[in-house]
Every structure is written in structure tokens, then in C-alpha cells.
């Protein structure tokens, strides 16, 4: 599977975007896909994941109820909603597909097998 991120930029605190995922391969709806980020001097965290049925969703914390993750198989793509950014959302975004089996291995990054390139996503104050 080969991932594409798209969708980051330059916003303000309080502003919206929404990052796209795009995947290559006929096996991409069997595949749990996350969100993680990385911010400067820090080390990669888990965002957001969402099962091959796009049934069940997961979130961090700290973007619980501002984000919304979703996918659409017929498209091979998953999207981020990103609303209420805050400056401290400010990183790299990236998209990942693996087969995570237990809750607690959603957040895990090495439960996913593929990795997108990523995409800035930078909020202002």
C-alpha cells in the first residue's frame, strides 16, 4: 500500500482544515488507517484511527471532539476534519495503514505497516 497526504497548510487558531489521504492497492479496505503527527523536537504521537468498516473510530485526547476522522473505501481515501485548531496542533501529519488487533494497539505506531509522506499542518496564534 502506498499513501499520499494532502491537505495541510497555514491557518489561524479557531480555523478548519481538512487533510486527505489517498491509497494505492486493492487491499486498502481491509486496513485499519490512523492519523499521527509530529511536532518539532518530538516524537511521533497517535491522532486518530478508524477500522476497515469505518464502524469504530479512536482519538487522542487531546483531539477528542475537535477532529473527526472517516474514510471512503469506494475512493481508497480517509480524511481528517481538523476544526477548532489550536497552535499547539501545529505539526507534520501523517497517514498509516496497518492491522492493529487490541484497542490499546491503535495508538501504536508500530502496528501500522505503511506510512504516507505527511503534510504541515502549522495554526497560528
Known amino acids: 500500500v502506498q499513501l499520499q497526504a494532502s491537505g495541510g497548510g497555514l491557518v489561524r487558531a479557531g480555523a478548519s482544515l481538512r487533510l486527505s489521504c489517498a491509497a494505492s492497492?486493492?487491499?486498502?479496505?481491509?486496513?485499519?488507517m490512523g492519523w499521527f503527527r509530529q511536532a518539532p523536537g518530538k516524537e511521533r504521537e497517535f491522532v486518530a484511527a478508524i477500522t476497515w468498516s469505518g464502524l469504530s473510530t479512536y482519538y487522542a485526547d487531546a483531539v477528542k471532539g475537535r477532529f473527526t476522522i472517516s474514510r471512503d473505501n469506494a475512493k481508497n481515501t480517509i480524511y481528517l476534519q481538523m476544526n477548532s485548531l489550536k497552535p499547539e496542533d501545529t505539526a507534520v501529519y501523517y497517514c498509516?495503514?496497518?492491522?492493529?488487533?487490541?484497542?490499546?494497539?491503535?495508538?501504536?505506531?508500530?502496528?501500522?505497516?505503511?506510512w504516507g509522506q505527511g503534510t504541515q499542518v502549522t495554526v497560528s496564534s
Open positions: 498509516a495503514a496497518g492491522y492493529p488487533k487490541y484497542y490499546s494497539d491503535y495508538g501504536s505506531r508500530g502496528m501500522y505497516n505503511y
Open positions: 492497492g486493492r487491499t486498502f479496505s481491509s486496513y485499519t
